[in-house]
């Protein structure tokens, strides 16, 4: 480390400069890694797309925004992207009618909803979701709220979770802009979550309390899946920080 207090460090420095800079050929390069590869632990299979139901859905929603796009996610199958490549999903909060035209039949949020346009889409377009907005408050909580500073746009992101346990990869995020206008809306969610466990709420309360892994054991699994040597003995549990 140079001392840049003195003279000489300064030297120091310049001549370390004049060497890099003053010859005529630099190698840049990396190293080889030494390890081999990490392995794909994800055993989900792949190639998801929507079902017939939702299929169902989606043709009602293009019918009222036909530039609308829908990717699908590969592994569950939901509506994992939606947007409109022309514009909006929906028009301002503050009209009555949204634009494109969407079913009035449908009960409306309370006006000082701020996710208004997000739970309004999820109602109407429940067919294309498996589900409407009574998932984010039966089985989900907000993980993340904010407003970008420079075009006050919304992005909220709800965290969906079984028993108080957060779902791998569980997440509806949407984005509102600062009109009301529902920019765009991507979901990870499971239309039931309970039943996707494949178990009542007596067999999930007995494995949650007995795990037939160890929080310790679970640690060293997981350092010895990227090439780490650690024991579960070895590994204590500390207060979170703050």
Same mark, same amino acid.
């Given at each position: ?9 300064? +030297? #120091?420095?310049? /001549?370390? $400069?004049?060497?890099?800079? !003053? ?6 390069? &990396? ?44 592994? +569950? #199958?939901?509506? /994992?992207? $939606?947007?409109?490549?022309? !514009? ?6 503050? &009209? ?50 904010? $407003?970008?500073?420079?075009? !006050? ?6 965290? &969906? ?82």
């Amino acid at each position: 480390m140079f001392n840049l207090n003195r003279t000489g460090g300064w +030297l #120091g420095i310049g /001549a370390v $400069v004049s060497c890099l800079f !003053g010859s005529a050929t630099i190698g840049l390069g &990396q190293f080889a890694p030494n390890q081999a590869p990490m392995l794909t632990l994800d055993k989900r299979a792949k190639g998801a797309v929507l079902s017939q139901g939702q299929e169902n859905g989606a043709t009602q929603l293009r019918a009222r925004i036909p530039a609308v796009r829908i990717d699908a996610d590969e592994v +569950l #199958g939901s509506p /994992a992207w $939606v947007m409109s490549t022309e !514009g909006f999903l929906s028009g301002p909060t503050n &009209q009555d009618e949204l634009i494109p035209k969407t079913a009035q039949t449908l009960p409306t949020p309370a006006n000082d909803d701020p996710y208004r346009p997000i739970t309004r889409f999820l109602n109407e377009n429940s067919v294309l979701f498996g589900h409407g907005s009574e998932v984010l408050t039966n089985s989900a909580r907000v993980k993340d709220d904010f $407003v970008t500073p420079h075009n !006050g746009m919304m992005s909220v992101v709800w965290e &969906q979770q079984l028993d108080g346990i957060p779902v791998f990869e569980g997440l509806l995020i949407g984005h509102i802009t600062s009109k009301g206008e529902l920019v765009n809306l991507s979901s990870h969610f499971l239309p039931n979550v309970a039943a996707a466990s494949q178990m009542d709420s007596a067999s999930r309360t007995t494995l949650e309390t007995k795990p037939p892994v160890s929080a310790q054991q679970a640690v060293a699994n997981a350092a010895t899946n990227i090439g780490e040597t650690l024991r579960a003995e070895d590994v204590t549990a500390v207060s979170p920080r703050l």
